[in-house]
């Protein structure tokens, strides 16, 4: 049981916890515009990365995972790959950008584990990152099944008509 796999068990958990609790971020303020059906898709990825999430915990259960401060992880950006930029909703937003903002994350989560399967020294960690790779690799292409089903949204997607009141 080697620190360099508990590390990097560390950071998939925290990446798929992290993607979950975004999800679910999501998912209320969508709530909160009344775009419910974006909001049912952002609670619908929130339990896929949940149950995804579990897989690996059951994974790292024989290693003590380090606690890691939000400065120690490595990754190569600001969040966790499997994150997207919270920014990146838009109220109006419709299931096509959903899936869209769900298919980057995980495509920077396969990045991520593949990464970890061509440069890590630790076999191990090649070993659990190539195969959490490909676990990526099936999301990824199930994203795309379904983005290709899913209707693209109209040019003006994002005109609201609806003036904004204001009572002060």
Partial sequence: MTDKVALFLAHAVAMEQEAADRYEELADTMDVHNN????????????????????????????????LKSWQ??????EPP??????GGHYLMTP?????????????????YASEAS?????????MAAEMAAEEVEHVSELEAWLARTPKPEADWAEDTD???VVD
């Fill in 96 to 112: 096509y950008h959903a899936l869209e903002f769900a298919l980057d994350n995980e495509r920077r989560g396969h990045q991520f």
């Fill in 82 to 87: 499997e994150v997207g930029d919270f920014l």
């Fill in 73 to 78: 992880f490595r990754w190569n950006m600001p």
């Fill in 119 to 127: 440069r890590n020294d630790d076999q191990t960690v090649r070993a």
């Fill in 36 to 67: 419910a059906e974006v909001a049912g898709l952002f609670r619908q990825m929130a339990k896929y990365s949940s149950l995804h999430g579990a897989t690996v915990i059951e994974r790292a259960k024989p290693y003590t995972l380090p606690k």
């Fill in 163 to 165: 003036d904004a009141v």
